[in-house]
Structures are given as structure tokens and as C-alpha cells.
């Protein structure tokens, strides 16, 4: 995978690349009905046998109903979000594939036009995406111009190089003209943070999501309550923000309904009320639990319309950890 779902650090780096290889030329040569329709018993099978994820998908629609006072979502299904998730990684590669445009999206009367307008001027940002949905659905259609601008807009994503390097060498093979431009979070630092500055003052984009903690973050992460319990969320992720004190949105790539053969997606847009502009380091510091608060405002929104997209397969709320420790 390629750090849209997550099973946990490990299992995540692809040892060979030959099923991956053979997927993306099923996708390359196959209407994409058909393949769509293959997803359906492949998905079955491994929900059979991924007992931790079906346990981790109902933790979260348990918390969600409990959350919403069981309005979402109205009856548990594992399957559905695992069948989801499928789906939504054939989708991944058809967008890088080229086989997805963005005249096909449905695009939404939020902060979408804002952001196409300020890229039209030559002025960058800051995205913040999640787990929640296909956000490198939308990474993807930027090689092939395909973003709503006139021109070519550069993308620089903050993305674990374990988990994406297979994929993107891959993907490399399969369409040599691709360009992925990743950042491992864990060599920023100075250099990269001026870097990305610069990214984003030519007109460019810096993408990362913002509900999944490092490995190794350790104490640099910020607790908020999420769906009623509180959760640790990446301190990094709000740093960088206040860092590169660019306008900040947060964004969501969302299939209509969560199992289709023939799917559409949504584009969500919504941009950060905290500015950072015109912040003193210490300032914008200050204002990390804020920009949190207002994200994770907005991915309980999302979560709660569309709770069979959260593809984050692992004990978000660390109960095993308070249980041990209890």
C-alpha cells in the first residue's frame, strides 16, 4: 500500500513487487467494470482472514454510534469498509495511470474554487488530508494536469518512503512519465523546511494527512478528543503549518457510496480559519491546538457522513495501551 490505509508499520512494506505489478496491468488493460467486479471476492477472502482489521473497523463504528447516538452508521459492517478500502486502492492506481479526470469529480460549492483561484495567481499552500476516503486520488490527477488549474501545478507530499517506494518504483514500470515527489517525514528538518517554503511561495502544493501518528513520534503528538475519546494526533503536522505560515485546507477525496462498480468521487475542500500569516514563531506555536481542533472538527464531519471510508486499520484510541497500563 501507498499510504492510504494501514494495517501497521510492518506489514505495510511490500517484500516483492510481482502481485502489485500484475494489479496495475490488470487495471492498464481491463475496462475498469471488470476489475471493479474482481475486487468484490478478493475482498471477502482477506476479510476472512484479517482479524485485526475487522475488529479495528468495528471499534470505530461502534465508537461512531455511540458518538452519533447510533445514527452512523446504522448497522456494523467490516466488510463494507474492507471492500471500501479495496476499491479505493484500484482507484489510487487508476489515477495514477492516467484513467481518471477531473471533469469526472464531483466538485463541491466549499473552498475548492479559492484554492484553484489563489494556484491560478502563482501562490501555494498547505494541504491537510487523512485516511478517510482516497486523498492520493487527488495527488495523483496533479501529474496529468488534471487539478482544475490552467497550468501545471508542482505537488510535494510528506509521506513514509517505507510504505511508498515500492509502490511509486512500481508505478514507474507500469507509466515511466509519473513523477512522485515524496518527503520522508522523518529526514525533515531545517533545509527541508526552507524547501518546502519555497515549494509553496513559486505556487506549489505541500500535502500530508494529519490523523496518523509516526511510529516513533513518541511525545510529539497532541491529544483532542475525536468521536467523543480522546485520540493522539502528529504534532509535526501542525508545526510544518505554522512553519511554512501558509493558508491551510483541509481535504477529502470521497466515493458516493462507499461500494460502487461504477464509483464517483467527491472532492471536499475547506480552508483553515486560523491564520498564521502574520504570526511571530512563538505565536504560531501557540496556535498548534487550535489548527488541530479545527482539523479534527472537520474529519469528524466527513466521518460521520461517509463512516465506511476510514481506513485506518489499528487501534486509533490506543485502548490496548490504557488496558496494559490499567
Not at 234 to 257: D, E, N, Q, S, W
Not at 260 to 285: M, Q, W, Y
Amino acid at each position: 500500500m501507498s499510504g492510504n490505509g494501514h494495517w501497521s508499520n510492518s506489514q505495510e512494506v511490500v517484500k516483492t513487487n510481482r502481485p502489485l505489478k500484475f494489479t496495475l496491468l490488470l487495471i492498464k488493460f481491463l475496462p475498469a467494470f471488470l476489475v471493479h467486479l474482481i475486487v468484490f471476492p478478493v475482498s471477502f477472502f482477506f476479510f476472512l482472514g484479517a482479524k485485526s482489521a475487522r475488529k479495528h473497523v468495528l471499534d470505530f463504528q461502534k465508537q461512531m454510534q455511540k458518538f452519533t447516538d447510533n445514527a452512523a452508521p446504522k448497522r456494523l459492517n467490516a466488510y463494507l469498509t474492507i471492500l471500501s478500502f479495496a476499491l479505493s486502492v484500484v482507484e489510487k492506481m487508476e489515477g495514477w495511470l492516467g484513467k481518471i479526470k477531473y471533469e469526472n469529480l464531483i466538485r463541491h460549492d466549499d473552498d475548492l474554487q479559492e484554492l484553484i483561484s489563489r494556484l491560478e495567481s502563482g501562490r501555494g499552500a498547505f494541504l491537510i488530508g487523512s485516511h478517510l476516503g482516497n486523498i492520493e486520488l487527488m495527488r495523483s490527477l496533479s501529474s496529468f494536469c488534471e487539478t482544475g488549474v490552467s497550468k501545471k501545478i508542482s505537488v510535494t507530499t510528506i509521506m513514509s518512503m517505507k510504505v511508498t517506494s515500492q509502490f511509486n518504483n512500481t508505478l514507474k514500470e507500469i507509466n515511466p512519465e509519473v513523477v512522485t515527489n515524496v518527503i520522508d517525514p522523518d529526514s525533515i528538518g531545517p533545509e527541508t523546511i526552507f524547501a518546502l517554503q519555497n515549494e509553496v511561495e513559486n505556487g506549489g502544493l505541500v500535502v500530508i494527512t494529519g490523523d496518523r501518528t509516526s511510529a516513533h513520534g513518541g511525545k510529539h503528538t497532541i491529544k483532542h478528543g475525536f468521536l467523543g475519546r480522546e485520540a493522539e494526533f502528529p504534532y509535526g503536522v501542525f508545526l510544518i503549518a505554522t512553519l511554512l505560515k501558509a493558508p491551510v485546507y483541509f481535504v477529502f477525496g470521497l466515493r458516493t457510496k462507499s461500494a460502487a462498480i461504477f464509483p464517483k468521487n467527491n472532492i471536499f475542500v475547506e480552508k483553515s480559519k486560523t491564520d498564521l500569516s502574520s504570526c511571530t514563531g512563538r505565536e504560531a506555536r501557540a496556535k498548534i491546538p487550535e489548527l488541530c481542533g479545527e482539523y479534527v472538527a472537520t474529519l469528524e464531519k466527513y466521518c460521520i457522513k461517509y463512516p465506511n471510508q476510514w481506513y485506518n486499520f489499528f487501534d486509533f484510541w490506543q485502548t490496548e495501551k490504557e488496558e496494559n497500563n490499567g
